[in-house]
C-alpha cells in the first residue's frame, strides 16, 4: 500500500497531525516532515515560497526514497502537494486537501495579512503567540509570521494555482473544506474542484478552519473513503 504524506499548513508543523495518527489504518505507512521554517527547521536560503515548497517536496520524496505517494495537505500543504503534482504527477497517487485557500486576490491576502502582525497577536490572543513561540523554536516565531504575510501578499497578487494550473493537475484530488470556514470558502472550494480534471468535493459539518478544533475522527473517515483503504 502506497505511503501516506500528511503536509502542514502555514504556521504549522508536522506534530500537529498527532491526534490523526491512531485514526489512521495501520498497515498504511505514514509520514510527515516540517516544511523550511516550520517547526524549528531553519529558514531557506531560497524564497519562502509555494514554487519553493513544492520544489522542497519533491526533493524530500527523493531523498526518503518514495517513488510514489498519496497525500493528506491541510491548508497551505494541500496547496504545496497540488503545485508539486503539477510539476511532477508521477510522485502523486492521489491527494486530499482540507482548507486550503485558492481565491487569492490582493484583498483576499491584506485580509489574512492582518491578522498575522506579531504585537497584536501578543496582545489579543497570548496562548496562540505562545503556541507559536513554542512550535518554531529555535526559529524567531516572528519571522516566521512576517515571512508567511509575504508569501500571502504575492499570492493576492499572482496565484501560483490558477484555474489553467488547476486544469492541468492529472491525479485524482479531493478538495475538503469545513462548513463554518472562515478562510477557504465552500464556493472557491468548490470551483476549485470543478477545474480538477479528476477533482472532488467534500464538505466538513461543523467544521472551522483551525486544526485545534478539527473532528479528527470525522476527517479520518472522509480520507479513509476518499484514499479507499480496506
Not at 66 to 77: E, K, T
Not at 186 to 213: C, D, I, M, W
Amino acid at each position: 500500500m502506497e505511503p501516506l504524506l500528511l503536509l502542514h499548513g502555514a504556521l504549522g508543523a508536522k506534530d500537529q497531525f498527532a491526534p490523526l495518527l491512531s485514526l489512521l489504518p495501520a498497515a498504511v505507512p505514514v509520514y510527515s516532515f516540517n516544511l523550511p521554517g516550520h517547526g524549528g527547521e531553519p529558514f531557506p536560503d531560497g524564497p519562502f515560497r509555494i514554487e519553493a515548497f513544492a520544489q522542497h517536496l519533491l526533493s524530500w520524496l527523493d531523498a526518503q526514497n518514495l517513488a510514489r505517494v498519496q497525500v493528506f495537505g491541510y491548508s497551505m500543504g494541500g496547496y504545496v502537494a497540488l503545485k508539486a503534482a503539477r510539476l511532477h504527477p508521477d510522485r502523486f497517487s492521489s491527494i486530499f486537501t482540507l482548507a486550503t485557500k485558492f481565491n487569492w486576490t490582493p484583498e483576499a491576502a491584506q485580509k489574512e495579512v492582518t491578522k498575522l502582525n506579531p504585537k497584536v497577536l501578543q496582545e489579543k490572543v497570548p496562548a496562540f503567540a505562545e503556541a507559536l513561540k513554542t512550535r518554531h523554536a529555535p526559529q524567531d516565531w516572528q519571522e516566521v509570521l512576517h515571512r508567511t504575510a509575504s508569501m500571502m501578499e504575492q499570492l493576492g497578487q499572482k496565484p501560483v494555482l490558477t484555474a489553467a494550473e488547476l486544469a492541468q493537475i492529472s491525479v485524482p484530488v479531493c478538495i475538503a473544506v469545513g462548513d463554518r470556514d472562515q478562510m477557504a470558502s465552500v464556493e472557491e472550494s468548490l470551483a476549485a474542484s470543478r477545474q480538477l480534471a479528476y477533482g472532488q468535493f467534500h464538505v466538513l459539518p461543523n467544521t472551522k478552519h483551525s486544526l485545534e478544533q478539527l473532528d479528527w475522527p470525522l476527517l479520518a473517515s472522509a480520507l479513509q473513503h476518499f484514499f479507499s483503504y480496506a
